[in-house]
Protein backbone atom coordinates (compact mmCIF):
# COMPACT_ATOMS: atom_id res chain seq x y z
CA UNK A 1 0.00 0.00 0.00
CA UNK A 2 0.77 3.58 -0.61
CA UNK A 3 2.53 5.63 2.02
CA UNK A 4 2.04 9.14 2.39
CA UNK A 5 5.49 9.76 0.79
CA UNK A 6 4.07 8.78 -2.25
CA UNK A 7 2.05 11.98 -3.11
CA UNK A 8 4.02 15.14 -3.46
CA UNK A 9 0.81 17.29 -2.41
CA UNK A 10 -1.08 16.90 1.06
CA UNK A 11 -4.08 19.94 0.07
CA UNK A 12 -5.79 20.88 -3.07
CA UNK A 13 -4.17 24.28 -2.49
CA UNK A 14 -0.49 23.19 -2.40
CA UNK A 15 -1.66 21.82 -5.80
CA UNK A 16 -2.56 25.04 -7.23
CA UNK A 17 0.51 26.73 -5.23
CA UNK A 18 3.06 24.51 -6.92
CA UNK A 19 1.34 25.02 -10.46
CA UNK A 20 1.14 28.98 -9.77
CA UNK A 21 4.85 28.85 -9.13
CA UNK A 22 6.19 26.62 -11.73
CA UNK A 23 3.49 28.03 -14.82
CA UNK A 24 1.72 31.17 -13.05
CA UNK A 25 0.72 32.25 -16.61
CA UNK A 26 -0.44 28.93 -17.83
CA UNK A 27 -4.83 28.84 -18.13
CA UNK A 28 -6.26 26.59 -15.42
CA UNK A 29 -9.63 27.47 -15.87
CA UNK A 30 -11.86 28.01 -18.99
CA UNK A 31 -15.50 29.76 -19.26
CA UNK A 32 -16.92 30.82 -22.15
CA UNK A 33 -14.44 33.75 -22.51
CA UNK A 34 -12.83 34.02 -19.78
CA UNK A 35 -9.54 32.63 -18.87
CA UNK A 36 -8.18 32.14 -14.77
CA UNK A 37 -4.38 31.77 -15.23
CA UNK A 38 -2.95 29.22 -11.97
CA UNK A 39 -2.03 32.80 -10.26
CA UNK A 40 -5.17 34.28 -11.05
CA UNK A 41 -6.49 31.20 -9.58
CA UNK A 42 -4.12 31.07 -6.24
CA UNK A 43 -5.04 34.75 -5.92
CA UNK A 44 -9.04 34.21 -5.48
CA UNK A 45 -8.39 30.96 -3.56
CA UNK A 46 -6.27 33.32 -1.30
CA UNK A 47 -8.87 36.15 -1.05
CA UNK A 48 -11.91 33.69 -0.18
CA UNK A 49 -9.79 31.88 2.11
CA UNK A 50 -8.70 35.06 4.12
CA UNK A 51 -12.55 36.13 4.12
CA UNK A 52 -13.64 32.75 5.36
CA UNK A 53 -11.07 32.81 8.08
CA UNK A 54 -12.17 36.06 9.09
CA UNK A 55 -15.38 35.02 9.37
CA UNK A 56 -14.62 31.97 11.69
CA UNK A 57 -14.50 28.95 9.73
CA UNK A 58 -11.69 26.90 11.13
CA UNK A 59 -9.85 23.95 10.42
CA UNK A 60 -11.98 21.26 10.35
CA UNK A 61 -15.57 23.22 10.03
CA UNK A 62 -17.35 22.13 7.18
CA UNK A 63 -18.33 24.52 4.14
CA UNK A 64 -21.23 23.64 2.18
CA UNK A 65 -20.97 24.32 -1.70
CA UNK A 66 -24.23 24.59 -3.53
CA UNK A 67 -23.00 26.03 -6.56
CA UNK A 68 -23.67 25.34 -10.57
CA UNK A 69 -20.43 24.87 -12.41
CA UNK A 70 -18.22 28.05 -12.09
CA UNK A 71 -14.82 29.29 -11.59
CA UNK A 72 -16.01 29.71 -8.12
CA UNK A 73 -16.34 26.35 -7.36
CA UNK A 74 -13.13 25.52 -7.84
CA UNK A 75 -11.96 28.56 -6.12
CA UNK A 76 -14.39 27.91 -3.11
CA UNK A 77 -12.73 23.92 -2.96
CA UNK A 78 -9.05 25.66 -3.08
CA UNK A 79 -10.16 28.52 -0.41
CA UNK A 80 -11.67 25.99 1.85
CA UNK A 81 -8.40 23.45 1.63
CA UNK A 82 -5.94 26.11 2.70
CA UNK A 83 -7.82 26.75 5.90
CA UNK A 84 -8.27 22.96 6.83
CA UNK A 85 -11.77 23.07 6.30
CA UNK A 86 -13.80 20.55 4.70
CA UNK A 87 -15.84 20.75 1.60
CA UNK A 88 -19.30 19.35 1.11
CA UNK A 89 -20.47 19.46 -2.21
CA UNK A 90 -24.36 19.51 -2.66
CA UNK A 91 -26.37 18.46 -5.46
CA UNK A 92 -27.92 21.41 -6.54
CA UNK A 93 -30.99 19.42 -7.58
CA UNK A 94 -32.32 19.07 -4.52
CA UNK A 95 -35.06 20.68 -2.75
CA UNK A 96 -35.22 22.85 0.26
CA UNK A 97 -35.79 20.00 2.60
CA UNK A 98 -32.95 17.58 1.40
CA UNK A 99 -30.43 20.32 1.04
CA UNK A 100 -31.62 20.94 5.20
CA UNK A 101 -30.56 17.26 5.98
CA UNK A 102 -27.32 17.81 4.62
CA UNK A 103 -26.60 21.01 6.21
CA UNK A 104 -27.83 19.76 9.33
CA UNK A 105 -26.09 16.00 8.88
CA UNK A 106 -22.74 17.73 8.34
CA UNK A 107 -22.95 20.45 10.69
CA UNK A 108 -21.79 22.98 8.40
CA UNK A 109 -21.04 26.53 9.26
CA UNK A 110 -21.27 28.52 6.33
CA UNK A 111 -22.79 27.70 2.59
CA UNK A 112 -20.90 29.03 -0.66
CA UNK A 113 -24.33 29.28 -3.48
CA UNK A 114 -25.51 30.79 -6.42
CA UNK A 115 -27.93 33.21 -7.04
CA UNK A 116 -29.84 31.25 -9.15
CA UNK A 117 -30.48 28.77 -6.49
CA UNK A 118 -31.66 31.65 -4.01
CA UNK A 119 -34.92 30.04 -3.18
CA UNK A 120 -33.98 26.73 -2.42
CA UNK A 121 -31.05 27.82 0.17
CA UNK A 122 -33.38 30.20 1.94
CA UNK A 123 -35.82 27.85 2.57
CA UNK A 124 -33.40 24.98 3.17
CA UNK A 125 -30.80 27.27 5.66
CA UNK A 126 -31.75 27.15 9.40
CA UNK A 127 -31.63 30.53 10.67
CA UNK A 128 -28.50 30.73 11.93
CA UNK A 129 -27.31 30.09 8.83
CA UNK A 130 -28.55 32.42 6.71
CA UNK A 131 -25.92 35.08 7.70
CA UNK A 132 -23.27 32.59 6.78
CA UNK A 133 -23.88 32.72 2.80
CA UNK A 134 -21.10 33.62 -0.06
CA UNK A 135 -24.06 34.55 -3.29
CA UNK A 136 -22.11 33.28 -6.83
CA UNK A 137 -23.75 34.77 -9.72
CA UNK A 138 -26.00 38.13 -10.91
CA UNK A 139 -28.05 39.58 -8.26
CA UNK A 140 -31.43 39.38 -9.47
CA UNK A 141 -32.32 41.26 -6.26
CA UNK A 142 -30.83 45.15 -5.80
CA UNK A 143 -31.59 45.55 -2.32
CA UNK A 144 -29.64 42.34 -1.64
CA UNK A 145 -27.12 43.50 0.89
CA UNK A 146 -25.35 39.87 1.67
CA UNK A 147 -21.49 38.97 0.96
CA UNK A 148 -20.94 38.78 -2.89
CA UNK A 149 -18.35 36.29 -4.35
CA UNK A 150 -16.78 39.05 -6.71
CA UNK A 151 -16.83 42.09 -3.79
CA UNK A 152 -14.85 39.59 -1.44
CA UNK A 153 -11.88 38.60 -4.50
CA UNK A 154 -11.82 42.67 -3.64
CA UNK A 155 -10.98 42.91 0.04
CA UNK A 156 -7.46 42.32 1.44
CA UNK A 157 -8.04 39.28 3.91
CA UNK A 158 -4.78 36.87 4.06
CA UNK A 159 -3.87 34.13 6.17
CA UNK A 160 -1.47 31.74 6.06
CA UNK A 161 -2.29 27.91 4.75
CA UNK A 162 -3.20 25.62 7.99
CA UNK A 163 -0.83 23.13 8.44
CA UNK A 164 -2.22 19.31 7.13
CA UNK A 165 -1.37 16.39 5.88
CA UNK A 166 -2.73 14.37 3.03
CA UNK A 167 -4.16 11.99 5.36
CA UNK A 168 -6.68 14.90 6.95
CA UNK A 169 -10.15 14.83 5.17
CA UNK A 170 -10.37 16.96 2.11
CA UNK A 171 -14.61 16.82 1.38
CA UNK A 172 -17.66 15.10 2.29
CA UNK A 173 -19.67 13.59 -0.81
CA UNK A 174 -23.06 12.09 0.48
CA UNK A 175 -23.93 9.54 -1.44
CA UNK A 176 -27.57 9.14 -3.96
CA UNK A 177 -29.42 7.93 -0.57
CA UNK A 178 -31.05 4.91 -2.93
CA UNK A 179 -31.49 3.05 0.76
CA UNK A 180 -32.50 5.27 3.66
CA UNK A 181 -30.92 8.67 4.31
CA UNK A 182 -27.79 10.09 1.80
CA UNK A 183 -24.31 9.36 4.14
CA UNK A 184 -21.56 11.47 4.06
CA UNK A 185 -18.22 9.71 2.61
CA UNK A 186 -15.39 11.15 4.26
CA UNK A 187 -12.73 11.22 1.37
CA UNK A 188 -9.23 12.44 2.24
CA UNK A 189 -6.93 14.63 0.20
CA UNK A 190 -4.93 10.70 -0.30
CA UNK A 191 -8.38 9.04 -1.47
CA UNK A 192 -8.42 11.75 -4.15
CA UNK A 193 -5.20 12.27 -5.23
CA UNK A 194 -4.85 8.74 -5.30
CA UNK A 195 -7.30 8.72 -8.03
CA UNK A 196 -5.36 11.86 -9.76
CA UNK A 197 -2.22 9.49 -9.88
CA UNK A 198 -3.73 6.41 -11.42
CA UNK A 199 -5.88 7.81 -13.32
CA UNK A 200 -3.28 9.76 -15.27
CA UNK A 201 -0.93 6.69 -15.39
CA UNK A 202 -4.22 4.67 -16.67
CA UNK A 203 -5.06 7.15 -19.42
CA UNK A 204 -1.33 9.37 -19.53
CA UNK A 205 -2.94 12.39 -18.72
CA UNK A 206 -0.69 15.06 -18.79
CA UNK A 207 -0.16 19.33 -17.91
CA UNK A 208 -1.22 19.23 -22.14
CA UNK A 209 -4.30 17.89 -21.50
CA UNK A 210 -7.79 20.23 -21.80
CA UNK A 211 -11.25 18.49 -19.71
CA UNK A 212 -14.52 19.37 -20.64
CA UNK A 213 -16.63 20.37 -17.50
CA UNK A 214 -20.19 19.78 -17.99
CA UNK A 215 -21.56 17.27 -15.68
CA UNK A 216 -22.36 18.68 -12.42
CA UNK A 217 -19.22 19.56 -10.37
CA UNK A 218 -20.78 18.16 -7.09
CA UNK A 219 -20.52 14.98 -7.99
CA UNK A 220 -17.48 13.11 -7.11
CA UNK A 221 -17.35 11.97 -10.62
CA UNK A 222 -16.61 14.90 -12.23
CA UNK A 223 -14.94 16.38 -8.94
CA UNK A 224 -12.27 14.09 -8.99
CA UNK A 225 -11.67 12.96 -12.35
CA UNK A 226 -12.55 16.07 -14.46
CA UNK A 227 -11.54 18.63 -12.00
CA UNK A 228 -9.00 17.88 -9.85
CA UNK A 229 -6.61 15.05 -11.69
CA UNK A 230 -6.38 18.07 -14.45
CA UNK A 231 -5.22 20.01 -11.81
CA UNK A 232 -3.20 17.81 -10.28
CA UNK A 233 -1.27 17.41 -13.23
CA UNK A 234 -1.34 21.07 -14.37
CA UNK A 235 -3.82 20.12 -17.37
CA UNK A 236 -6.44 22.98 -18.05
CA UNK A 237 -10.15 22.51 -17.47
CA UNK A 238 -12.93 23.65 -19.89
CA UNK A 239 -15.97 24.48 -17.36
CA UNK A 240 -19.64 24.31 -19.07
CA UNK A 241 -22.25 26.31 -16.80
CA UNK A 242 -25.04 24.45 -18.34
CA UNK A 243 -26.32 22.05 -20.72
CA UNK A 244 -28.29 23.78 -22.64
CA UNK A 245 -27.77 24.76 -25.18
CA UNK A 246 -25.92 20.99 -26.19
CA UNK A 247 -24.66 22.96 -29.21
CA UNK A 248 -22.75 24.87 -26.89
CA UNK A 249 -20.75 21.68 -25.66
CA UNK A 250 -19.31 21.09 -29.16
CA UNK A 251 -18.21 24.69 -29.59
CA UNK A 252 -16.23 25.29 -26.90
CA UNK A 253 -14.57 21.52 -27.16
CA UNK A 254 -13.69 22.45 -30.52
CA UNK A 255 -12.53 25.93 -29.90
CA UNK A 256 -10.49 24.72 -26.36
CA UNK A 257 -9.04 21.83 -28.08
CA UNK A 258 -10.76 19.56 -25.44
CA UNK A 259 -8.71 16.15 -25.64
CA UNK A 260 -10.32 14.72 -22.45
CA UNK A 261 -14.42 14.24 -23.10
CA UNK A 262 -15.97 13.22 -19.55
CA UNK A 263 -19.80 12.25 -19.71
CA UNK A 264 -22.06 9.97 -18.62
CA UNK A 265 -24.13 7.10 -21.33
CA UNK A 266 -27.21 9.46 -21.76
CA UNK A 267 -24.74 11.96 -23.22
CA UNK A 268 -23.02 9.26 -25.71
CA UNK A 269 -26.12 8.19 -26.67
CA UNK A 270 -27.31 11.70 -27.87
CA UNK A 271 -23.51 11.68 -29.88
CA UNK A 272 -24.27 9.02 -31.60
CA UNK A 273 -27.64 9.82 -32.93
CA UNK A 274 -26.46 13.70 -33.51
CA UNK A 275 -25.65 15.18 -36.96
CA UNK A 276 -22.38 16.82 -35.92
CA UNK A 277 -21.05 19.19 -38.25
CA UNK A 278 -17.86 17.96 -40.81
CA UNK A 279 -15.53 20.35 -39.22
CA UNK A 280 -16.22 19.04 -35.92
CA UNK A 281 -15.02 15.90 -36.79
CA UNK A 282 -12.09 16.59 -38.65
CA UNK A 283 -10.64 19.10 -35.99
CA UNK A 284 -11.32 18.43 -32.95
CA UNK A 285 -8.66 17.18 -30.33
CA UNK A 286 -10.40 14.69 -28.10
CA UNK A 287 -8.40 11.75 -27.90
CA UNK A 288 -10.41 9.84 -25.28
CA UNK A 289 -13.85 9.58 -24.08
CA UNK A 290 -14.66 8.66 -20.74
CA UNK A 291 -18.02 7.09 -19.50
CA UNK A 292 -18.51 6.86 -15.84
CA UNK A 293 -21.63 6.97 -12.99
CA UNK A 294 -23.83 4.67 -14.74
CA UNK A 295 -23.51 1.51 -17.30
CA UNK A 296 -22.63 2.37 -21.06
CA UNK A 297 -25.18 0.47 -23.33
CA UNK A 298 -23.10 -2.12 -26.20
CA UNK A 299 -24.55 -0.62 -29.02
CA UNK A 300 -23.59 3.44 -27.50
CA UNK A 301 -19.82 1.65 -27.27
CA UNK A 302 -19.83 0.47 -30.77
CA UNK A 303 -21.38 3.28 -32.77
CA UNK A 304 -19.32 5.58 -30.69
CA UNK A 305 -16.18 3.48 -31.77
CA UNK A 306 -17.13 3.96 -35.42
CA UNK A 307 -17.82 7.58 -35.52
CA UNK A 308 -14.78 8.51 -33.66
CA UNK A 309 -11.82 6.85 -35.25
CA UNK A 310 -9.40 8.81 -33.76
CA UNK A 311 -10.67 8.55 -29.66
CA UNK A 312 -11.30 5.88 -27.51
CA UNK A 313 -14.14 5.89 -25.43
CA UNK A 314 -13.23 4.07 -22.31
CA UNK A 315 -15.98 2.82 -19.75
CA UNK A 316 -14.75 2.80 -15.72
CA UNK A 317 -16.33 1.85 -12.63
CA UNK A 318 -16.19 3.14 -8.96
CA UNK A 319 -18.21 4.91 -6.72
CA UNK A 320 -18.39 7.70 -4.03
CA UNK A 321 -16.77 5.97 -1.12
CA UNK A 322 -13.69 4.57 -3.54
CA UNK A 323 -12.35 8.23 -4.60
CA UNK A 324 -15.05 7.24 -6.62
CA UNK A 325 -13.02 5.59 -9.56
CA UNK A 326 -11.58 2.24 -9.35
CA UNK A 327 -10.99 0.65 -12.63
CA UNK A 328 -11.41 1.90 -16.55
CA UNK A 329 -10.11 0.17 -19.74
CA UNK A 330 -7.03 0.59 -20.76
CA UNK A 331 -6.78 2.66 -24.24
CA UNK A 332 -4.70 -0.01 -25.76
CA UNK A 333 -7.20 -2.51 -25.13
CA UNK A 334 -10.72 -2.15 -24.42
CA UNK A 335 -12.70 -4.96 -24.13
CA UNK A 336 -16.82 -4.39 -24.64
CA UNK A 337 -18.97 -4.95 -21.49
CA UNK A 338 -15.69 -4.61 -19.11
CA UNK A 339 -15.33 -1.81 -17.08
CA UNK A 340 -11.42 -2.42 -17.24
CA UNK A 341 -9.28 -3.77 -14.97
CA UNK A 342 -8.53 -1.95 -11.13
CA UNK A 343 -6.24 1.39 -11.58
CA UNK A 344 -2.55 1.01 -10.69
CA UNK A 345 -1.93 0.25 -7.15
CA UNK A 346 -5.56 -1.09 -6.27
CA UNK A 347 -7.34 -3.96 -6.06
CA UNK A 348 -10.53 -6.07 -6.75
CA UNK A 349 -11.65 -9.57 -5.94
CA UNK A 350 -15.09 -11.01 -6.47
CA UNK A 351 -16.19 -12.58 -3.13
CA UNK A 352 -19.00 -14.93 -1.64
CA UNK A 353 -21.34 -13.81 1.60
CA UNK A 354 -18.27 -14.61 3.43
CA UNK A 355 -16.29 -12.80 1.88
CA UNK A 356 -13.88 -16.22 0.21
CA UNK A 357 -12.67 -15.40 -2.88
CA UNK A 358 -14.11 -17.04 -5.61
CA UNK A 359 -12.41 -18.20 -8.94
CA UNK A 360 -12.26 -16.83 -12.74
CA UNK A 361 -15.69 -16.10 -13.99
CA UNK A 362 -17.52 -17.12 -10.94
CA UNK A 363 -20.33 -14.12 -10.23
CA UNK A 364 -19.77 -12.50 -6.81
CA UNK A 365 -19.44 -9.53 -4.69
CA UNK A 366 -17.26 -6.82 -5.94
CA UNK A 367 -15.04 -5.78 -3.12
CA UNK A 368 -12.09 -3.65 -3.66
CA UNK A 369 -9.21 -1.85 -1.89
CA UNK A 370 -6.64 1.48 -1.81
CA UNK A 371 -5.72 4.65 -1.16
CA UNK A 372 -8.70 5.88 -2.90
CA UNK A 373 -10.57 4.06 -0.24
CA UNK A 374 -13.00 6.48 1.71
CA UNK A 375 -12.19 7.33 5.62
CA UNK A 376 -15.34 5.96 6.56
CA UNK A 377 -19.03 7.70 6.56
CA UNK A 378 -19.49 11.00 8.65
CA UNK A 379 -20.85 10.39 12.61
CA UNK A 380 -21.28 6.41 11.43
CA UNK A 381 -19.64 4.23 12.64
CA UNK A 382 -21.34 1.13 12.39
CA UNK A 383 -22.27 2.02 9.01
CA UNK A 384 -18.54 2.45 8.22
CA UNK A 385 -17.88 -1.25 10.03
CA UNK A 386 -20.36 -2.68 8.00
CA UNK A 387 -18.78 -1.23 4.52
CA UNK A 388 -15.25 -1.73 4.94
CA UNK A 389 -13.69 -4.88 6.44
CA UNK A 390 -9.72 -5.13 7.32
CA UNK A 391 -9.81 -2.43 4.39
CA UNK A 392 -11.70 -3.97 1.90
CA UNK A 393 -14.66 -2.15 0.66
CA UNK A 394 -18.09 -3.83 -0.09
CA UNK A 395 -19.58 -2.10 -2.95
CA UNK A 396 -22.90 -3.58 -2.84
CA UNK A 397 -22.30 -4.78 -6.48
CA UNK A 398 -22.23 -7.72 -8.22
CA UNK A 399 -19.53 -8.83 -10.77
CA UNK A 400 -17.06 -11.45 -12.23
CA UNK A 401 -13.67 -11.26 -13.49
CA UNK A 402 -11.75 -12.72 -16.26
CA UNK A 403 -8.61 -14.24 -16.77
CA UNK A 404 -6.49 -10.88 -18.03
CA UNK A 405 -8.20 -9.45 -14.91
CA UNK A 406 -11.09 -7.23 -16.41
CA UNK A 407 -14.18 -6.72 -14.50
CA UNK A 408 -17.73 -7.25 -15.83
CA UNK A 409 -20.67 -5.65 -13.61
CA UNK A 410 -23.35 -7.82 -13.51
CA UNK A 411 -25.91 -5.41 -11.33
CA UNK A 412 -26.30 -4.03 -8.01
CA UNK A 413 -26.62 -6.36 -5.31
CA UNK A 414 -30.12 -4.82 -4.28
CA UNK A 415 -31.37 -5.21 -7.63
CA UNK A 416 -31.08 -8.96 -8.10
CA UNK A 417 -34.42 -10.54 -8.77
CA UNK A 418 -34.68 -13.87 -6.57
CA UNK A 419 -37.73 -16.03 -8.58
CA UNK A 420 -37.93 -19.91 -7.25
CA UNK A 421 -34.51 -19.52 -5.50
CA UNK A 422 -32.49 -18.94 -8.87
CA UNK A 423 -30.82 -15.46 -9.62
CA UNK A 424 -31.62 -13.23 -12.28
CA UNK A 425 -29.63 -10.36 -12.51
CA UNK A 426 -31.68 -7.46 -14.39
CA UNK A 427 -28.69 -6.28 -16.37
CA UNK A 428 -28.55 -9.31 -18.15
CA UNK A 429 -32.04 -9.00 -19.60
CA UNK A 430 -31.29 -5.03 -19.87
CA UNK A 431 -28.25 -5.11 -22.22
CA UNK A 432 -30.54 -7.23 -24.58
CA UNK A 433 -33.62 -5.29 -24.72
CA UNK A 434 -31.58 -2.16 -25.31
CA UNK A 435 -30.29 -3.74 -28.26
CA UNK A 436 -33.91 -3.75 -30.17
CA UNK A 437 -34.98 -1.84 -32.75
CA UNK A 438 -36.49 1.38 -31.23
CA UNK A 439 -35.41 0.68 -27.68
CA UNK A 440 -33.52 3.54 -26.50
CA UNK A 441 -32.67 2.41 -22.67
CA UNK A 442 -34.69 0.31 -20.45
CA UNK A 443 -34.71 -1.39 -16.65
CA UNK A 444 -36.22 -4.24 -14.99
CA UNK A 445 -37.15 -4.39 -11.89
CA UNK A 446 -38.15 -7.46 -9.31
CA UNK A 447 -42.17 -7.74 -8.41
CA UNK A 448 -43.03 -9.57 -5.46
CA UNK A 449 -46.51 -11.35 -5.05
CA UNK A 450 -47.03 -13.86 -2.72
CA UNK A 451 -48.99 -16.29 -5.61
CA UNK A 452 -46.59 -15.84 -8.47
CA UNK A 453 -43.59 -14.89 -6.34
CA UNK A 454 -40.53 -12.76 -7.69
CA UNK A 455 -40.86 -11.72 -11.29
CA UNK A 456 -39.15 -9.11 -13.66
CA UNK A 457 -41.08 -6.31 -15.22
CA UNK A 458 -39.41 -4.32 -17.55
CA UNK A 459 -40.16 -0.38 -18.21
CA UNK A 460 -38.89 1.02 -21.78
CA UNK A 461 -38.27 4.38 -22.84
CA UNK A 462 -37.97 4.62 -26.90
CA UNK A 463 -35.90 6.18 -29.20
CA UNK A 464 -36.84 9.86 -30.02
CA UNK A 465 -39.40 10.07 -32.43
CA UNK A 466 -40.43 6.61 -32.03
CA UNK A 467 -43.99 6.09 -30.74
CA UNK A 468 -44.02 2.28 -30.56
CA UNK A 469 -42.61 -0.61 -31.30
CA UNK A 470 -43.90 -4.56 -31.92
CA UNK A 471 -44.05 -5.58 -28.57
CA UNK A 472 -45.00 -9.16 -29.71
CA UNK A 473 -41.86 -9.41 -31.72
CA UNK A 474 -39.56 -7.88 -28.52
CA UNK A 475 -40.91 -10.93 -26.61
CA UNK A 476 -39.86 -13.49 -29.19
CA UNK A 477 -36.75 -12.27 -29.59
CA UNK A 478 -36.45 -12.25 -25.93
CA UNK A 479 -37.51 -16.02 -25.95
CA UNK A 480 -34.81 -16.72 -27.94
CA UNK A 481 -31.94 -15.52 -25.69
CA UNK A 482 -33.09 -15.68 -22.13
CA UNK A 483 -34.59 -18.64 -20.52
CA UNK A 484 -38.17 -18.97 -19.80
CA UNK A 485 -37.40 -17.67 -16.05
CA UNK A 486 -36.06 -14.43 -16.92
CA UNK A 487 -38.28 -13.44 -19.26
CA UNK A 488 -40.00 -10.21 -18.79
CA UNK A 489 -43.64 -10.86 -17.14
CA UNK A 490 -44.91 -7.46 -17.97
CA UNK A 491 -43.68 -4.86 -20.42
CA UNK A 492 -44.58 -0.97 -19.75
CA UNK A 493 -43.46 1.63 -22.65
CA UNK A 494 -43.12 4.76 -20.61
CA UNK A 495 -42.19 8.62 -21.87
CA UNK A 496 -38.90 8.67 -19.85
CA UNK A 497 -37.43 6.66 -17.46
CA UNK A 498 -36.44 8.80 -13.80
CA UNK A 499 -33.00 9.14 -13.25
CA UNK A 500 -30.68 11.02 -11.32
CA UNK A 501 -28.70 13.84 -11.75
CA UNK A 502 -26.12 11.76 -13.37
CA UNK A 503 -27.97 9.47 -15.67
CA UNK A 504 -28.49 6.39 -13.56
CA UNK A 505 -31.80 4.61 -13.30
CA UNK A 506 -33.75 4.85 -10.54
CA UNK A 507 -35.32 1.40 -10.22
CA UNK A 508 -37.28 2.19 -6.29
CA UNK A 509 -38.98 4.86 -8.00
CA UNK A 510 -40.49 2.12 -10.97
CA UNK A 511 -40.59 0.04 -7.97
CA UNK A 512 -42.93 2.33 -6.10
CA UNK A 513 -44.89 3.11 -9.34
CA UNK A 514 -45.50 -0.39 -10.25
CA UNK A 515 -47.51 -1.20 -6.46
CA UNK A 516 -49.29 1.85 -6.55
CA UNK A 517 -50.25 0.88 -10.63
CA UNK A 518 -51.48 -2.39 -9.52
CA UNK A 519 -52.93 -1.64 -5.89
CA UNK A 520 -49.78 -4.23 -4.71
CA UNK A 521 -50.35 -7.04 -7.13
CA UNK A 522 -48.15 -6.45 -10.66
CA UNK A 523 -49.34 -10.22 -11.40
Known sequence: MSSSANYPFATFYEVVSHHADIRGSKTALFLDKEKVSYQQLLHKADRLAGYLYHRGIRQGDRAALFLRNSVEFVVSLIAISKIGAIAVPVNTFLKEDELNYILEDSGAQFIIASLIHEKVVRAGCKKELLGDIIWEGDLQNSDLDEARFDDILNMGYDIEPAKQSVNDTAVL???????????????????????????????????????????????????????????????????????????????????????????????????????LPWYFMWFNSIRAFISGAAALQEKTLIAMDEK???????????????????????????????????????????????????????????????????????????????????????????????????????????????????????????????????????????AYDEQCGEMPVAYIELEDGIKSIDEGKLKKYLKEHLANYKLPKQIYIIDELPKNATGKVLKRVLKQQLLEASGGNPC
Open 173 to 275: IYTSGTTGKPKGAMLSYKNIFSNSQSGSARVYVTDKDRSIVFLPMFHSFTLSIGVVLLLYVGGSIVIIKSLQPFSNIFKQTLLKRVTLFFAIPDVYNALVRAK
Open 308 to 446: FKRAKLLEGYGLSESGPAVCINPPEKTKVKSVGSALPGYEIKIVDDNLVELATGEIGDIICRGDNIMQGYWERPEATQETIINGWLLTGDMGYMDKDGYLYIVDRKKDLIISKGINIYPREIEELVDLFDGVKVSAVVG
